[in-house]
């Protein structure tokens, strides 16, 4: 998404998983995403440490904020993206349990 289609895509990918702080106004969604700026470095940081531990986490949080304008879809994305998380822990115990990864 980040090389494609950077300002489609990306940056309300971004700005919905990792919101700003100081953007508590009473917006809906639709229109937070409207005027988008540049992520700020607190932004970058948190994106990279969700993406590196918990992937699946970042699905399931954007579908999350579009509960309410796709909600059958947005339901089907979390419960797919709970069970990947499910299915990776379990790969992850069978392996350490193994002691492959020690």
Not at 35 to 60: C, G, H, N
């Amino acid at each position: 998404m980040y090389l494609f289609d950077y300002t489609d895509t990306f940056l309300p990918f971004i700005h919905t998983i990792c919101p700003l702080q100081e953007d508590s106004s009473g917006e809906d969604i639709v229109t937070k995403l409207l005027d988008l700026k540049e992520p700020t470095w607190k932004q970058w940081r948190e994106f990279l440490v969700k993406y590196s531990f918990l992937p699946y986490q970042l699905i399931a949080e954007f579908a999350w904020d579009w509960l309410e304008v796709h909600y059958w879809t947005s339901r089907f994305l979390i419960i797919n993206a709970m069970l990947l998380s499910v299915l990776e822990l379990f790969s992850f115990w069978r392996i350490w349990s193994r002691s492959e990864l020690k």
